[in-house]
């Protein structure tokens, strides 16, 4: 199993949207946001919101078997809390364009023991 982590800035001024989408599928769309992620092969998902100089940014960290399976499924799917999710957190929250190319794999640099 792979441990992933990238971070996604927010489009200026939609920080607050994020957090209630956010909100949702910790709540009233939580079992469809479960199944979605099952579906898309993760085991575990954590994320944090860091505000810096330059903007607010969705640190995400993930745990699954293949990160860019993982982004495959999530850019493609065609379940609709999946369709919600590209709408309002990737398009609408993070000005993503999924018409385009999937994002690279980080490189992984290890610093630790």
């Known amino acids: 199993m792979a441990s992933y982590a990238f971070a996604m800035p927010l489009v200026p001024g939609k920080t ?10 910790l709540s009233a769309r939580n079992s469809e946001y479960k199944e979605s992620r099952r579906r898309a092969g993760l ?29 495959e499924r999530l850019l493609t799917s065609q379940e609709p809390f ?11 929250s993070h000005g993503f364009d999924p018409s385009g190319p999937p994002p690279p794999i980080n490189e992984t640099i290890s610093l630790g023991p």
């Open 43 to 71: 085991q575990k998902e954590e994320v944090w919101l860091q505000s810096t100089p330059m903007g607010d940014f969705a640190v995400v960290h993930f745990e699954c078997d293949d990160p860019a399976k993982v982004f």
């Open 82 to 92: 999946d369709q919600w999710f590209r709408d309002k957190v990737l398009i609408e």
């Open 16 to 25: 607050a949207t994020w957090r209630g989408y956010v909100a949702e599928m």
